[in-house]
């Protein structure tokens, strides 16, 4: 049963065993009636406007949710188009300026410095089987070792 419910039962419980409201006990328990009735409408009004602000804000949730979808979407998408492209980097001998290049600068075979105009050129032949020690073409950095101590090369 609700509150007012529960208060229209009271005052009909009171007029039913004929309250006299002229007796001093009367007229108190008529006023706390209806400042329990009051009570009572207050409670549901904020009750029907709680209820308001739920449905608004599951309307504004959802359309948030729709928003970061739409944003972590783009975002995974720029993430994956970062990650296939592949970086490179060089300084410039001329100005120490650091150069950033992608595979299409890398494969013309020349960049020029943004800072200072210089042509830098990209030899592109010893990376495979160079012959050094860096472990780029397959030799170790021991064997090396060992044939400059016996002197033999």
């Known amino acids: 049963m609700e509150i ?4 229209a039962y009271m005052k009909g419980l009171a007029e039913g065993i004929g309250l006299d409201v002229k007796s001093k006990e009367g007229k108190l328990l008529k006023v706390m009636m209806d400042i329990l009735d009051d009570v009572a409408l207050e409670l549901q009004d904020i009750r029907d406007e709680q209820g308001d602000l739920e449905e608004g804000l599951d309307a ?3 359309d948030l949710a729709d928003v970061e979808t739409y ?4 975002e995974d998408d720029e993430d994956e188009d970062e990650a296939d492209e592949e970086v490179y980097q060089t300084t410039c001998p001329n100005c120490d300026e650091e150069i950033f290049f ?3 600068i890398l494969a013309d075979g020349s960049v020029l410095c943004p800072n200072c105009g210089e042509k ?3 030899d592109l032949s010893d990376l495979s089987g160079c012959g050094c020690c860096c472990g780029a073409c397959g030799e170790d950095e021991e064997d090396e070792d060992e044939e400059d101590e016996d002197g033999e090369e």
């Open 4 to 7: 007012l419910e529960k208060v």
């Open 120 to 122: 830098l050129e990209f």
């Open 60 to 62: 504004v949730s959802e």
């Open 71 to 74: 944003l972590f979407d783009l």
């Open 102 to 104: 992608d595979e299409d």
